[in-house]
T-cell receptor
Framework: ETGVTQTPRHLVMGMTNKKSLKCEQH?????MYWYKQSAKKPLELMFV???????ENNSVPSRFSPECPNSSHLFLHLHTLQPEDSALYLC????????????FGPGTRLTVL | GEDVEQSLFLSVREGDSSVINCTYT??????LYWYKQEPGAGLQLLTY?????DMKQDQRLTVLLNKKDKHLSLRIADTQTGDSAIYFC????????????FGAGTRLAVHP
């Protein structure tokens, strides 16, 4: 595997379910990001981990819980989501230096029923 | 505010030039980016420009930056059907880590 991978690619869940999204990067980066992409809206930065420490929590509801166990893996734990949380969730990684390019994964398409 | 604004849709004929426009708000932004997203894929960095430049050319791509008006454009020469995608403009906030503020994306449709 190369680059940034995300699993699953598609997820359908009910509002009472608990699920997790996984992101893995094989680029030797030490910063990782979660973004939410909704139709016709700007990409929203949700969380940033730099050197395995969370450095940004962009006013995200607590029903989204990130976890970064090491510099190569990033999770987004989901529980009691709402239908408006349906979106494409993108993971990205970069070097933890200013101006470093962010490399994106293909995203997980989440549908909350 | 932190708004980056783009028009949502652009349609061009194959072989013509495409110009995608973007306005941003933070005059202290140091880098401005153009990303491309093809269907079912993540974002791919196309090109970027440093804020002390006003033009950058890379093969078929030309980026123009008007820092006074906070206006960024991406010109694609000889547009091909493979250029059909969503194009995102983003600004990198000064200081701290690599926080990018994205626009909503411009969907480029190329027709024969």
């Amino acid at each position: 595997e190369t680059g940034v991978t995300q699993t699953p690619r598609h997820l359908v869940m009910g509002m009472t379910n608990k699920k997790s999204l996984k992101c893995e990067q094989h680029l030797g980066h030490n910063a990782m990001y979660w973004y939410k992409q909704s139709a016709k809206k700007p990409l929203e930065l949700m969380f940033v981990y730099s050197l395995e420490e969370r450095v940004e929590n962009n006013s995200v509801p607590s029903r989204f819980s990130p976890e970064c166990p090491n510099s190569s893996h990033l999770f987004l734990h989901l529980h009691t989501l709402q239908p408006e949380d349906s979106a494409l969730y993108l993971c990205a990684s970069s070097q933890a230096t200013q101006g470093a390019e962010q490399f994106f994964g293909p995203g997980t398409r989440l549908t909350v029923l | 505010g932190e708004d980056v604004e783009q028009s949502l849709f652009l349609s061009v004929r194959e072989g013509d030039s495409s110009v995608i426009n973007c306005t941003y708000t933070d005059s202290s932004s140091t880098y401005l980016y153009w990303y491309k997203q093809e269907p079912g894929a993540g974002l791919q960095l196309l090109t970027y420009i440093f804020s002390n430049m006003d033009m950058k050319q890379d093969q078929r791509l030309t980026v123009l930056l008007n820092k006074k008006d906070k206006h960024l454009s991406l010109r694609i020469a000889d547009t091909q059907t493979g250029d059909s995608a969503i194009y995102f403009c983003a600004e990198r906030k000064s200081g701290g880590y690599n926080k990018l503020i994205f626009g909503a994306g411009t969907r480029l449709a190329v027709h024969p």
